[in-house]
């Protein structure tokens, strides 16, 4: 005990709110946040009562459903809103905000644009529709409304981040590297930045700048298995092939339940001609992800190419039955070179036009 019978000084703890998910129970704080929503609302129930032109109220009570995730109610109360003055530029942006959260796009594009026109200096307003743009692989519309985001706001990080993500799906990579370098301009160690960077440059095939960027990303953190794979690739696309498959060992000695470096190692290994490593690599990365369609469809491949024509039809089977499925168990993330969507090998030949190397490997 302390002076004055006070007991000494406790350490406070906060417990991850994942662990309450393990545990099957509540996190304590989302209750209490959804008790305060509650209560609110009720608050402004009662002050509608006395008070039921305020039109404050009315657009806080529907904040509060969206916040609340009440989402038919706050559209039914926005509506009510827009359909006594079609000039509340808030309600707009509220209600279309609240479309895109319950995944009606086309209608909130349509509420969305309508703030737009009443808020054009809104800058919430231009990112939230670019959003929904990209939901619909609008990627021109979603390009103008980010750029307009940051006309309005040149030190806004987040607007840059997405306008370079709708240039990455326009394969506009010159355009996303400008706007990447922008960026970091800001946040020179953002690692994610970085690796994007590094992504499109090798996009744009200038491979010695991916290579540069990859191997800033790795000196930043050398325990991301992720930007070790990444400086594989970009060895590969240099002909680096040692480098390469040290790097995607290093990936693999970080994390050994990884299953994308030796997806990498596999393609690198078949692109020099030493078939019997891809298809080990191949096996160990199926084994470690069976929801992996294009290792099971490179692993056919490899098979096929040695002859072993039974393990190449169950290779193929489990390939077919992946890609007849709504979703795979696990997403591989496109990485640049190794095994993309286009079945290109990390040189740049394709594994299934028999492009794989005569070039040798050391062991």
Known sequence: MGEGG?????VTMKIDPEIFEELGVRDPEET???????????????????DPDNVDLQLELGRLF?????????IKQLKQIISRDNQNGLAYKLLGTAYGMCNHEDESIRELSRASELLPEDLEVHFNLGGVFMLKDMFESATRCFRRVIEIDPMDRLGYANLAAAYDMEKKYDEEIQVLKKILMFSPEDLELRS?????????????EALNHAL????LDEKDPQAYCNLGSCYSAQNMIDEAVKAFQKASEIDPDYSLPHTNLGSLYATVGRLEKAIKEFK?????????????????NCYKEVGRMDDAQ??????????????????????????????????????????????????
């Open 66 to 74: 969206m916040d609340g995730g009440e989402l038919d109610e706050a």
């Open 6 to 10: 006070k007991g000494a000084d406790w």
């Open 32 to 50: 209490k946040r959804e008790m305060a929503i509650s209560k609110r609302v009720r608050q402004v129930r009662k002050e509608l009562k006395t």
């Open 314 to 363: 169950e290779a193929y089977k489990k390939y077919e039955s992946l890609m007849h499925q709504e979703s795979q168990a696990e997403e591989q993330s496109n990485i640049p070179g190794g095994v993309s969507a286009s079945g290109q090998l990390a040189s740049g030949g394709n594994l299934e036009k028999g492009d794989a190397g005569l070039e040798e490997l050391n062991s």
């Open 196 to 208: 994007a960077l590094s992504t499109a440059y090798f996009n744009a095939e200038n491979y010695d």
């Open 284 to 300: 160990l990365a199926t084994s470690m992800n069976k929801g992996d369609a294009l290792g099971w469809l490179n692993l056919y």
């Open 216 to 219: 800033c990303v790795v000196e």
